[in-house]
């Protein structure tokens, strides 16, 4: 069984006040068996959509490929706007050795919570996927239950992207559950009836156009 180990620390500026929260990149990442257009660091797969989504938000002019240069301009960014990435999962087993997250048995959780009290200016956590089996969310709620804690999610919003918010030592922190920046996640956008509406309005609309108009309100 191959244990699938996440090849990132958390990358936490001093400034951040958002922490980008998934599970764990591709087994390829842990390998070190890169492919052409993968960048070495967090959200870094070529299949990936965050730093498309976030390129297109921000005009970053960002390099899709295996160099230093593309990693510098990430953690630039990052840095520059406050913004923080420590994925749930620390590692997992999988018999099957590919990316999904349902694929993950045996799975060690990071301490976002011990995580959080560190970090105490951070004041939104955005989940990069929901509360199913295995997502950001779902292990989040988990990682509660285990350290036996009386921090409860309140919902503020039930719509896509779901909103929550806790209270951590007197502080309030929300949880923004975005729709997944996968390829995989693109038939829910397509199930959805406001995606069927702008896709109604203008033909060219499309998944990343969804994203890019979600994620723009909360980062």
């Not at 918010?165 to 996968?182: E, K, M, Y």
Request: hydrophobic residues 35%; aromatic residues 10%.
């Amino acid at each position: 069984m191959f244990h699938h180990t996440h090849p990132y620390d958390p990358f936490i500026p001093e400034n951040a006040t958002k922490l980008i929260v998934g599970t764990l990149p591709p087994p390829r990442f842990t390998k070190r068996q890169l492919k052409q257009g993968d960048v070495d660091f967090c959200y870094g797969s070529r299949d990936g959509l965050l730093w498309i989504v976030l390129d297109n938000i921000f005009g970053l002019d960002l390099k899709f490929e295996t160099t230093e240069e593309a990693v510098r301009q990430r953690k630039e960014f990052l840095k520059e706007r406050g913004i923080g990435i420590c994925d749930m999962v620390e590692s997992s087993r999988r018999e099957k050795i590919d990316a999904s997250d349902l694929g993950m048995q045996e799975v060690e959780l990071r301490n976002m919570i011990g995580i959080l009290k560190e970090n105490p200016e951070i004041d939104t956590l955005l989940f990069t996927g929901g509360n199913s089996k295995n997502g950001p969310e779902y292990f989040f709620r988990r990682h509660l239950k285990k350290i036996d804690s009386d921090i409860r999610l309140k919902v503020i919003s039930n719509e896509v992207p779901r909103v929550h918010q806790f209270i951590l030592d007197g502080r309030l922190i929300r949880t923004v559950s975005l729709t997944a920046p996968s390829g995989s996640a693109n038939r829910a956008i397509g199930s959805m009836e406001l995606y069927k509406q702008l896709k109604q309005k203008d033909k060219d609309f499309n998944t990343i156009d969804f994203r890019v108009m979600q994620y723009r309100e909360w980062f």
